[in-house]
């Protein structure tokens, strides 16, 4: 059992950084490759970024490529999405989750937070 917690949400402006983390407490977190994901009101959960258990690779939805970075800290069993030149397009609840698997559908992650809302004003 990994429980997931997220953190660092809030209120920016256009153009403004934010940087969200996820600390994993229960079952090792450097076994697990992770994700991002954000769903906005009325829309699907899509994935933001995902990294793999060791710190790589990495990938990113295109409309974040250059202005997001996923990374981890294995040691503190923290994952971090650093966000900058938000958009208010960006505004959405954040979930990280953990999978054992490469890549996979949304629906195949096995532990998922509780999410954290980024709102981005214009």
């Known amino acids: 059992q990994v429980q997931l917690r997220e953190s660092g949400g809030g209120l920016v402006q256009a153009g403004g950084s934010l940087r969200l983390s996820c600390t994993a407490s229960?079952?090792?977190?450097?076994?697990?490759?992770m994700a991002w994901f954000r769903q906005a009101p009325g829309k699907e959960r899509d994935v933001v970024a995902y990294?793999?258990?060791?710190?790589?690779?990495?990938a990113y939805a295109d409309s974040v490529k250059g202005r997001f970075t996923i990374s981890r800290d294995n040691a503190k069993n923290t994952l971090y999405l650093q966000m900058n030149s938000l958009k208010p397009e960006d505004t959405a609840l954040y979930y990280c989750?953990?999978?054992?698997?490469?890549?996979?559908?949304?629906?195949?992650?096995?532990?998922w937070g509780q999410g954290t809302q980024v709102t981005v004003s214009s």
């Open positions: 990294i793999g258990w060791s710190g790589v690779p990495t």
């Open positions: 229960g079952r090792t977190f450097s076994t697990y490759n």
């Open positions: 989750a953990a999978t054992t698997l490469y890549r996979p559908s949304t629906g195949a992650y096995d532990y």
